[in-house]
Nanobody, 116 residues
Framework: QVQLVESGGGLVQPGGSLRLSCAAS????????MRWYRQAPGKERELVAT????????NYADSVKGRFTISRANAKNTVYLQMNSLKPEDTAVYYC?????????WGQGTQVTVSS
């Protein structure tokens, strides 16, 4: 079955960096685009970044452009989110996502807290 397992979250000071990873299994990873979402307390889940199946095309929410970088290693079935210059408003649970035959699959999420 499809599994997405996120890791790499934690507590970081404003201005700091974190690298999130999402290990995927149960589908042909290099056929599908991947996405990172986040959900802050009391807010709706929002799309943060997307990457095409080959990694050649990426897109970002305006709020993270220039600070976050999405990438993938198809040989490792893993997608990454490098987060730099973190701000308190980046605090959220971050989720990995894939859309397969019209169905959305999600990981369990990893908590990112940006605080001094």
């Amino acid at each position: 079955q499809v599994q997405l397992v996120e890791s790499g979250g934690g507590l970081v000071q404003p201005g700091g960096s974190l690298r999130l990873s999402c290990a995927a299994s149960g589908f042909t990873f290099n056929y599908y685009g991947m996405r990172w979402y986040r959900q802050a307390p009391g807010k709706e889940r929002e799309l943060v970044a997307t990457i095409s199946s080959t990694g050649g095309t990426t897109n970002y929410a305006d709020s993270v452009k220039g600070r976050f970088t999405i990438s993938r290693a198809n040989a490792k079935n893993t997608v990454y989110l490098q987060m730099n210059s973190l701000k308190p408003e980046d605090t959220a649970v971050y989720y990995c996502n894939v859309l397969l035959q019209g169905l959305n699959y999600w990981g369990q999420g990893t908590q990112v807290t940006v605080s001094s």
